[in-house]
């Protein structure tokens, strides 16, 4: 079992950057491809992107193509989201998840943080 902690977020203007992590305990998040996906207010939740075990291997929601970055450090059992160009759409709680490719990218892999808290002033 792999436990998962995001920590990152916090108020940015628009235009600017943050970058989220997620780091892992138990055990390592070498095992996992790591997705990351997002709730706005009153919304549902938003896939973000997922990167493979190795970190050879991305995917990325058409609206974030270009300006979101998913990297990982598997010594550091650590997986990271660079965003950039931040809109104040994208306001909202950001969560990674863990598991196979196929579950983390539709949504129903078995571990999940708790999330963190992304604020885009406009």
């Known amino acids: 079992q792999v436990r998962l902690v995001e920590s990152g977020g916090g108020l940015v203007q628009a235009g600017g950057s943050l970058r989220l992590s997620c780091a892992a305990s138990?055990?390592?998040?070498?095992?996992?491809?790591v997705g990351w996906f997002r709730q706005g207010p009153g919304k549902g939740r938003e896939y973000v992107g997922t990167?493979?075990?190795?970190?050879?291997?991305?995917d990325y929601s058409e609206f974030m193509k270009g300006r979101f970055t998913l990297s990982r450090d598997n010594a550091k059992n650590t997986v990271y989201l660079q965003m950039d160009s931040l809109i104040p759409e994208e306001t909202g709680i950001y969560y990674c998840?863990?598991?196979?490719?196929?579950?983390?990218?539709?949504?129903?892999?078995?571990?999940w943080g708790q999330g963190t808290q992304v604020t885009v002033s406009s």
């Open positions: 998840a863990a598991g196979g490719w196929a579950e983390v990218v539709r949504g129903i892999s078995d571990y």
């Open positions: 138990g055990r390592t998040i070498s095992h996992y491809a």
């Open positions: 990167v493979s075990r190795t970190g050879d291997g991305t």
